[in-house]
């Protein structure tokens, strides 16, 4: 889906001026900033330092008011989070649910699955799906959270899918090398470069080489897993 432009993200429909116009003169710039905010993010700014001045001057513009003053209202005051439950309710947006929050983990698991995806990526594709399904998680430090959890799962998942798949051979030889890692065949000398082109240097790579393949690992796992760098699911 195309992303938006900025006037279509920050335009006031006929209902959000509704909405926004039950408020008195003074309030109307804020309540509107935090429901078009909502509307583009899934969760309320928490500072002004989230909201880009184009974005409340457009606003500004629209209402035909002047841009206010910072200092005249804070989005962590009471005030504010009254504004807040007010723009849900408008929105028919619920508390997450355990349900909700089961469903989008599900769903949050099955596009991580075996595909490249950055930590913010994640949380803001757990954003869209609460924007889709009008359900509200308050915000980001509390999303973030819960997207850790969902990659957390999936790593001890993929860890114990392989662990399944060894050899008693196999975990007996990987324990000696875990056990005295910096031995010749040591888990922490496996990847060492080979180095300049001596002897014992090809000696010591044959070595090694020798000692992973005989480890007769699952590779075909990996299949399904994009290895393209430091975003692999759940392994970073």
Same mark, same amino acid.
């Given at each position: 889906?195309?992303?938006?432009?900025?006037?279509?993200? !920050? $335009?006031?429909?006929?209902?959000?001026?509704?909405?926004?116009?039950?408020?008195? &003169?003074?309030?109307?710039?804020?309540?509107?900033?935090?429901? &078009?905010?909502?509307?583009?993010?899934?969760?309320?700014? +928490?500072?002004? $330092?989230?909201?880009? $001045?184009?974005?409340? +001057?457009?606003?500004?513009?629209?209402?035909?008011?002047? #841009?206010?003053?910072?200092?005249?209202?804070?989005? &962590?005051?009471?005030?504010?989070?009254?504004?807040?439950?007010?723009? /849900?309710?408008?929105?028919?947006?619920?508390?997450?649910?355990?349900?909700? =929050?089961?469903?989008?983990?599900? !769903?949050?698991?099955?596009?991580?699955?075996?595909?490249?995806?950055?930590?913010?990526?994640? #949380? $803001?594709?757990?954003?869209? !799906?609460?924007?889709?399904?009008?359900?509200?998680?308050?915000?980001? =430090?509390?999303?973030?959270?819960? #997207?850790?959890?969902?990659?957390?799962?999936?790593?001890?998942?993929? /860890?114990?899918?392989?662990?399944?798949?060894?050899?008693?051979?196999?975990?007996?030889?990987?324990?000696?090398?875990?056990?005295?890692?910096?031995?010749?065949?040591?888990?922490?000398?496996? &990847?060492?470069?080979?180095?300049?082109?001596?002897?014992?240097?090809?000696?010591?790579?044959?070595?090694?080489?020798?000692?992973?393949?005989?480890?007769?690992?699952?590779?075909?796992?990996?299949? =399904?897993?994009?290895?393209?760098?430091?975003?692999?699911?759940?392994?970073?």
């Amino acid at each position: 889906m195309a992303e938006r432009s900025f006037i279509e993200q !920050w $335009s006031l429909t006929f209902d959000d001026l509704g909405f926004v116009n039950g408020y008195r &003169k003074t309030m109307r710039i804020w309540i509107a900033l935090q429901l &078009k905010f909502f509307c583009l993010h899934g969760y309320f700014p +928490a500072d002004h $330092s989230d909201i880009a $001045s184009d974005c409340t +001057a457009y606003l500004a513009e629209q209402m035909g008011c002047s #841009v206010p003053d910072q200092s005249d209202y804070q989005f &962590k005051a009471r005030r504010a989070r009254r504004h807040n439950q007010d723009v /849900l309710r408008h929105l028919g947006f619920h508390r997450g649910t355990d349900r909700d =929050k089961a469903t989008l983990k599900l !769903w949050l698991s099955e596009i991580f699955r075996g595909n490249q995806v950055s930590f913010d990526n994640m #949380v $803001s594709q757990a954003f869209g !799906w609460c924007l889709h399904h009008k359900v509200y998680i308050p915000s980001r =430090k509390i999303m973030g959270r819960f #997207v850790g959890s969902v990659r957390r799962t999936f790593r001890d998942d993929f /860890l114990v899918s392989v662990t399944r798949q060894l050899s008693s051979d196999t975990i007996a030889k990987l324990e000696v090398s875990l056990a005295d890692p910096m031995a010749a065949t040591g888990f922490k000398r496996l &990847k060492d470069d080979v180095g300049a082109a001596a002897l014992d240097n090809m000696l010591s790579a044959t070595e090694r080489l020798a000692f992973i393949r005989d480890l007769n690992l699952p590779m075909d796992i990996l299949e =399904k897993v994009d290895r393209a760098g430091e975003g692999r699911p759940g392994l970073d």
